[in-house]
């Protein structure tokens, strides 16, 4: 019962006495026989079954499937001791994060995401918050040398990074925040210890929407790994096709809620579409030369019921309707078949046979409008390219107002 969770709760119900066998140095106590006594666990392991076979009193062995924990640094296998540690108590903090989540103030994206939040805190126990090791922060009471558990300080990160305890101005700007993006591994590792520490200490809870990103798999669906060999260096798809189709390539494959195996042939489907991108804001820069700046981009009423801008009309409402939902993979299929199909293969082939002056400040307006709604996605050539258009009053486009 001494070393094992399992063992120990059955222990306890029989109320039967903890013995330990395994010290801190991970070999055999005096609470063992002499002759196993300084082993270490595997060697110990092995002695008994010797000595049971040379008796005669081992009946068989046989391999079975179970959990061993394993060291995330050096995987070797960790081996439990009773020792003494200080403990956060968590059912009260637990109720008001189950709270947070039952009365909608905070949301998660997907939505089932939430089963596995409150299913947990159900259950939860209270948290060892202490660890011995020579990192970390250390817990402030006189006299103890142990540290926090890493994820306590992360706890904190959404308030301690403003400033807080004091009141600062950024404290007062920017807490609560409103929106976390993060990884399903760690929604009861960090997001719902965010979220019961931000009720604690500062009465509110520190986001609205917790958005779950989806894994990304192997091309066959298996899981990336360093150590499998299985893992993708972004970097050097970044030198191969470029940040802004490393970027559109990977979100046109996202949907909501699930995974997505990774296929390299999207990337190289967002480098042409980058390609389109330059060739197309080219053209449109050649057709705008002529034009005094005064006038691009200005008295739009002539051409609202151009249908180019219908179709642009519909495209932004369509995107900001996905964002606003977190469909980020359905905003790069829209804004990839707009501009692609509507804007590139139909309106700029028929511009170049018009050539007129409202032709081309409508092929302005919809290149400088589409580049607003691809900088999410696409920031360095949308920027580049934003930079060159012939408008006056410019700002970066991360700061210019959103199409509406």
């Not at 009861?188 to 210890?193: E, F, I, P």
């Not at 972004?234 to 046109?252: E, H, K, N, Q, S």
Request: glycine letters at 6%; aromatic letters at 12%.
């Amino acid at each position: 019962p001494a070393h094992n969770l399992t063992d120990q709760a059955i222990g306890q119900e029989h109320k039967l006495e903890t013995v330990e066998v395994i010290n801190e140095r991970g070999r055999m106590t005096d609470n063992v026989p002499v002759l196993y006594q300084g082993l270490k666990v595997l060697e110990a392991r092995q002695k008994v079954v010797e000595d049971l076979t040379q008796l005669g009193l081992l009946e068989k062995v046989e391999d079975y499937v179970h959990q061993v924990p394993k060291c995330y640094r050096c995987d070797t296998t960790v081996e439990l001791i009773p020792s003494l540690q200080w403990f956060l108590k968590m059912e009260e903090l637990a109720k008001a994060a189950v709270k947070a989540v039952k009365t909608g103030q905070v949301k998660f994206t997907p939505r089932r995401w939430e089963k596995l939040y409150l299913d947990w805190l159900k259950n939860v126990k209270d948290w060892c918050i202490s660890r011995q090791l020579w990192w970390g922060h250390k817990i402030p009471i006189n006299g103890v040398d142990d540290v926090l558990d890493t994820w306590f300080s992360s706890a904190l990160w959404p308030f301690a990074a403003l400033g807080w305890p004091k009141e600062t101005q950024d404290l007062k700007t920017f807490y609560p925040g409103n929106f976390l993006a993060t990884d399903r591994g760690i929604i009861n590792l960090w997001v719902t210890r965010m979220i019961f520490s931000g009720e604690e200490f500062m009465k509110k809870v520190p986001f609205q929407n917790v958005y779950i990103n989806a894994t990304v798999l192997t091309r066959e669906g298996k899981r990336m790994s360093k150590s499998l060999g299985t893992g993708i260096d972004p970097l050097g798809l970044v030198d191969r096709y470029g940040a802004d189709a490393t970027r559109f390539g990977i979100a046109y494959q996202i949907t909501e809620g699930q995974d997505l195996k990774f296929i390299e042939d999207n990337i190289v489907m967002g480098r042409k579409f980058c390609n389109k991108l330059w060739n197309a804001a080219r053209f449109v820069l050649m057709q705008t030369t002529d034009l005094p700046i005064s006038e691009i981009h200005s008295n739009l009423r002539g051409f609202r019921k151009s249908l180019i801008v219908k179709k642009l009309n519909q495209t932004i409402k369509s995107v900001n309707k996905n964002l606003e939902n977190f469909e980020f993979g359905q905003a790069a299929h829209t804004l990839y078949d707009f501009f692609w199909h509507d804007f590139c293969d139909v309106y700029i082939e028929e511009a170049k046979k018009q050539n007129d002056d409202e032709s081309k400040k409508i092929l302005l307006y919809v290149l400088s409008t589409s580049l607003k709604l691809l900088h999410p996605i696409i920031p360095f050539i949308t920027e580049e390219i934003y930079q060159k258009l012939p408008i006056e009053n410019k700002k970066a486009l991360i700061i210019e107002e959103w199409p509406k």
